[in-house]
């Protein structure tokens, strides 16, 4: 079994994979104060719940866009799993030719999807997050990583709009079902989700005319499901990108066969 660690903004994904399939996982929400023995106790808890053996688990990989929490999980698989783990960007790489002009700067988030779904799909990519950011990612036909775009996700945006607007109170982000709002609850809801889903074509339907090429479009992160019911830009939701990236990052670093 490979424990594998998406830390990302807004949540933290664990997910365990048994024979090259993701058999378990579940999220928390991230702490920058987290510490090692409360992130070691949560996993003992889902652990237990499974009838896992610590054991079992032959490494652990992570990838990880909040600096402050690292300390606390490389501690955390020390002490409770028994593995020194591989951190995305720190003790191994990504391996996709990366494009960007300062290629620090690029998240390791990034990165991963655009890996993993070219390791699925083999053809010219565009990548499309719905994380804490937004984020647009463009990988070419030979595999490599060009780059691309970062909005607000659609989350912060409806935080930002209740906090500056003093009469609108939070709202559920959900499907509506019409833009003609009769409440400001309605109202709210329908501009979010079909905003984002206008701007969201209108990226796609851009980003194809630069590349030149037909690209397949890949969607992930929590409310891909919601965008991609609304619009025919998205070709596949694949909410497991980031995580079997990360497996498939362990096994080519390690040189395993499928665990």
């Known amino acids: 079994m490979i424990l594998a ?3 990302g903004n807004t949540n933290m994904e664990f997910g365990i994979f048994t024979n090259g399939n993701l058999a378990y996982n579940f999220r928390l929400v991230t702490d920058r104060n987290v510490t090692s023995d409360e992130i070691g106790l949560m996993m003992l808890q889902f652990f237990e719940f499974h009838k ?6 032959k490494d652990v990989i992570i990838a990880s866009v909040v600096p402050q929490v690292m300390f606390s999980f490389n501690n955390a698989m020390k002490k409770y799993i028994k593995k ?7 003790n191994c790489a990504v391996p996709i030719k990366n494009n960007y002009s300062i290629k620090k700067e690029v998240g390791m988030d990034r ?9 699925a799909y083999k053809c010219p990519l565009i990548v499309v997050d719905f994380g804490t950011a937004t984020t647009f990612d463009v ?8 780059g691309g775009c970062i909005f607000p996700g659609i989350k912060i945006s409806m935080e930002a709009l209740t906090r500056y607007a003093a009469k609108l109170p939070r709202v559920e982000i959900s499907s509506p079902k019409t833009l003609i709002g009769k409440d400001t609850v309605t109202s709210m809801q329908a501009g979010a989700v079909c ?4 701007a969201t074509s209108y990226t796609i339907e851009q980003l194809k005319k630069e590349i030149g090429t037909s690209a397949y479009v890949v969607a992930t992160g929590g409310l891909s ?5 609304h619009t025919k830009s998205i070709d596949v939701v694949d909410k497991k990108l980031s995580l079997q990236g990360l497996y498939d990052i362990c096994l080519i670093t390690r040189g395993y066969d499928i665990v």
């Open 5 to 7: 660690v998406d830390i």
């Open 111 to 119: 990165l991963v999807n655009a890996f993993s779904a070219y390791n």
């Open 52 to 57: 896992i053996s610590t054991d079992s688990i």
């Open 139 to 146: 990988v070419s036909k030979d595999g490599s990583y060009e």
């Open 225 to 229: 499901a919601l965008i991609a019911k």
């Open 84 to 90: 020194t783990p591989l951190i995305v960007g720190e």
């Open 195 to 198: 905003g984002f889903v206008g």
